[in-house]
């Protein structure tokens, strides 16, 4: 069973373009997340969503654009995609937003050409 | 905001001997630090956590100690082995928000 999913595994695409990418959990968690892996590994927060509520919007440009239909899926929206977005995009669940567990999904490689 | 600042960022020791990363913590109000593992093109995943109300916790090999008044703390690994190769990451949470450290790229020799 594949707690916190995550689809596409892999992206390539070309500076422009429009791209998302979607992520479920199947834990029966309120809270998710997107985090941003750079090339050296730093993994940075970007968004999180508690019951579909949007918590914590960091400086992320407002090209990126997260959308949770339900508490069990949260999509983000990347329009205009540019050189520097090329990173591992990791979605997250836990139970709640304090100190809490994070389970995170598979990851998606995003190559920006 | 907060910031954690983790070293090393690499360390390599020899199987069987143990493995110290240490992580320094700006915010007296974060109250959960957890440690998470990335193995090489996997997910993190989370080997260990302390709250701030606990100076110390051991799970098996691993060991994560908390000293608030100097806002540190260190996981330790005891008796190394090779699976223990990865990346390790530290984080502090503060208002809902976890910020993490920068990464110590461990590499247990055989």
């Known amino acids: 069973d594949t707690a916190v999913s995550q689809t596409p595994k892999y992206l390539v695409t070309q500076m422009g373009n429009d791209k998302s990418i979607k992520c479920e959990q199947n834990?029966?968690?309120?809270?998710m997340y997107w985090y941003k892996q750079d090339s050296k590994k730093f993994l940075k927060i970007m968004f999180s969503y508690n019951n579909k509520e949007l918590i914590i919007n960091e400086t992320v440009p407002n090209r990126f654009s997260p959308k949770s239909p339900d508490k069990a899926h949260l999509n983000l929206h990347i329009n205009s995609l540019e050189l520097g977005d090329s990173a591992v995009y990791f979605c997250?669940?836990?139970?709640?937003?304090?100190?809490?567990?994070?389970?995170f999904g598979p990851g998606t490689r995003l190559t920006v050409t | 905001g907060e910031n954690v600042e983790q070293h090393p960022s690499t360390l390599s020791v020899q199987e069987g001997d143990s493995a110290v990363i240490k992580c320094t913590y700006s915010?007296?109000?974060?109250?959960?630090f957890p440690w998470y593992k990335q193995e090489l093109g996997k997910r993190p995943q989370l080997i260990i956590d302390?709250?701030?109300?606990?100076g110390e916790k051991k799970d098996q090999r691993i060991a994560v100690t908390l000293n608030k008044t100097a806002k540190h703390f260190s996981l330790h690994i005891t008796e190394t082995q090779p699976e223990d190769s990865a990346v390790y990451f530290c984080?502090?949470?503060?208002?809902?928000?976890?910020?993490f450290g920068t990464g110590t790229r461990l590499t247990i020799i055989p």
């Open positions: 984080a502090a949470n503060r208002n809902e928000k976890l910020t």
């Open positions: 834990l029966g968690h309120d809270t």
């Open positions: 997250a669940s836990s139970r709640g937003l304090l100190n809490y567990e994070q389970y």
């Open positions: 302390i709250r701030s109300n606990v």
């Open positions: 915010d007296s109000a974060s109250n959960y």
